[in-house]
């Protein structure tokens, strides 16, 4: 997350946002929520000491150039090229509030799982693949090659960095890590996007997935 270099004599930290306008890419994805966790360690809630405008990823490093708003949300591609840091500097990162994030799984009802177990451990037994496919070294060029293909943008776009430690982290195995899960679901009701408790642990079954990883040993 970043803010303008002009504005940087005014912005040195995350307190002198009060009375600024924010961009984010959605109310309650995983960046805005991280943002608003991150202002409220300072004692800044939205709409009370700064506004919320939601821009496109692609147009975030524009709007925030043009001066309409004072801090955005820089995600990848975008974030891995330099040319965005010629221009904007970062003021926090997602880490900085969020930690390690685990927001992302598969979801499925229990009834149908089981229903469907066989089914479901070959779906899974077939995601494991493309993810220790993807992530081989040696299969880095083709799988570049694949996300340009499908993002209809130049594979130097992406050569130095999906799919590599630079990139998100994919378990080889699917694990979900519930500690962590269970902490994102706790900001998650802090901030009001999340009206009950819920108790992670209770919902999370590996079996499918470590039946499919056993496939693969």
Partial sequence: ???????????????????????????GTAVDMGMRAMLRKVGL???????????AFPNMITTLLEKKIDLNVIAAPWSQSPKTWETIHPLFHLRDSFGVTQLSMWVGRQSFLE??????????????????WDTDPKNH?????????GTKRPPETFKGWVYTK????????????????????????????????????????????????????
Avoid: C, H, W
Wanted: proline content about 1%.
């Fill in 115 to 132: 229903k469907n177990r066989a089914a479901v451990t070959d779906f899974f037994t077939d995601f494991l693949r493309v993810v220790r």
């Fill in 141 to 149: 060029d083709a799988a570049v090659a694949a996300v340009a293909a």
């Fill in 45 to 55: 809630e939205d709409r009370r000491d700064y506004n919320i405008v939601e821009v």
């Fill in 1 to 27: 997350m970043n803010v303008n270099n002009v504005k940087a004599l005014m912005i040195k930290k995350v307190a002198d946002l009060k009375g600024r306008i924010v961009g984010t890419n959605a109310r």
């Fill in 166 to 217: 630079k990139d998100l982290y994919r378990d080889p195995d699917g694990k979900v890590d519930a500690a962590v899960l269970q902490k994102n679901m706790d900001l998650q009701k802090s901030l009001g996007f999340q009206k009950t408790d819920i108790d992670v642990k209770k919902f999370v079954d590996m079996s499918y997935m470590e039946a499919a990883a056993k496939r693969l040993k």
